[in-house]
């Protein structure tokens, strides 16, 4: 039987763990072809985002195996977040340890963190085309796909499905 997750805040001791699972989860699943892409560099900038974002980590027996990023509506990480959604990115598990349940565990806390939160009523995210691992996870979990806020990334043919869950 697995040992339990615990999903707790980041801090600064965790950075290099959540970059470093950051890219090696981008990089597995085929996302980009090498760290070097500038949305890659970005996202492994884990300081500079924890500034302006909330940070959550996945740990299980001491050590990080997963990290997610959470915004609302108007603060800079956050895309597509309405004025009464969470909205969650950068959803991320080390590839040693996928289908270990960490997703689901950070998933299923973000959900019961939305609910405590003052005038959110849900859930918010956007995946990729193809990152059917991904749409599993988030159907699984009861959101479900909001096709006319789908958008693409500025500058970019990147197209990104927007799911959405009612708390």
């Keep these: 039987m697995p040992s339990q997750i615990l999903i ?12 470093r699972i950051t890219r090696d ?15 890659m560099q970005q996202i492994q900038r884990v300081a500079q985002r924890h500034e302006h974002a909330t ?13 997610v990023t959470l915004a609302v509506a108007g603060e800079p990480y956050a895309d597509i977040a309405q004025a009464d959604e969470l909205e969650f990115r950068m959803l991320v598990v080390d590839p040693a340890v996928q289908r270990s349940g960490a997703g689901k565990t950070m ?24 990152w059917e691992s991904a749409h599993g996870l988030y159907q699984k979990t009861g959101f ?21 869950l009612d708390l």
């Design 25 to 39: 989860a981008y990089l597995a699943a085929g996302y980009f072809e090498d760290a070097d892409h500038p949305y």
């Design 55 to 67: 940070i959550w980590v996945a740990e299980r027996a001491g050590r990080v195996v997963g990290s």
């Design 144 to 164: 479900r796909r909001v096709p006319e806020r789908d958008w693409v990334v500025p500058d970019t043919e990147i197209k990104l499905l927007v799911y959405r």
């Design 8 to 19: 707790r805040p980041a801090v600064p001791a965790d950075y290099d763990a959540v970059a």
């Design 107 to 130: 998933v299923q806390a973000i959900i019961e963190h939305a609910k405590s939160l003052p005038g959110i009523t849900g859930v918010a995210l956007t995946t990729g085309l193809t």
